[in-house]
């Protein structure tokens, strides 16, 4: 560890130490925890140290991860408890997304996350077949392989009969569905091309508003009369 890192980490546990009354044992612990968080805030860019100066400063990356207010994104247990709640698949392939990431895994981020995304849309999918019967649906949900592109546009086609689906709503979630997809098949398939920080983090940044779309959307499914 550099001396700047020592003597920041040094004077934050010794101040937190004495506003919280901490024990020797409390004090040990939050000095192990706080060494790892701030390699994690370092190995991430959030924060740097040019090497002829003393203190740390914030990134260019990390003003912007201070804007966006997306601080969960870098603690993973944080950022699922903040989630709405997901079906076990979606629930697991998200989790192992979110971890990835941390680990700068932007490949295997990326494509965790677009198969929690499929499984989401095969949940509504399923919920949709429930309320209408439609024979292409049920043709898609039973085949070996179901094509999430054709799913995708007959949810979009039957959703049409749901008033809060239309406009905005619509536009949305169809283009957050293909946008997922196209990033999940990039990387899923053998290519030269390598996924970098800003794709992995924009992605799970969307996914929060994306799964929170498809949880109501899935509900509104559910109470209307087709």
Do not use: W
């Not at 680990?103 to 929690?116: D, E």
């Not at 990039?186 to 920080?197: D, V």
């Amino acid at each position: 560890m550099h001396q700047a890192e020592a003597d920041l980490q040094y004077h934050s546990i010794e101040i937190l130490a004495r506003e919280y009354q901490l024990e020797p044992s409390e004090k040990k612990q939050l000095n192990a925890l706080s060494l790892e968080l701030f390699n994690d805030v370092v190995l991430n860019g959030i924060v740097a140290r040019r090497r002829e100066e003393q203190f740390f400063f914030i990134t260019e990356k990390g003003k912007q991860f201070l804007l966006d207010q997306t601080f969960d994104i870098y603690d993973p247990d944080l950022y699922l408890k903040n989630l709405v709640p997901l079906n076990s698949i979606a629930s697991s392939y998200i989790k192992e997304s979110v971890y990835a990431f941390n680990k700068n895994l932007f490949i295997s981020s990326i494509i965790t996350l677009g198969i929690a995304s499929e499984s989401i849309i095969l949940e509504i999918a399923e919920e949709l077949y429930l309320k209408t019967k439609n024979v292409d649906l049920d043709s898609q949900l039973k085949a070996p392989v179901p094509s999430i592109n054709r799913i995708i546009t007959i949810v979009d086609s039957l959703c049409d009969k749901v008033d809060s689906y239309k406009g905005h709503y619509r536009s949305a979630f169809f283009s957050m569905a293909h946008f997922i997809r196209n990033f999940r098949n990039q990387y899923g398939h053998p290519n030269i091309a390598s996924a970098n920080f800003q794709e992995a983090y924009s992605l799970l940044i969307m996914f929060k508003k994306y799964s929170k779309m498809m949880t109501k959307l899935k509900q509104e499914i559910s109470q209307h009369q087709f």
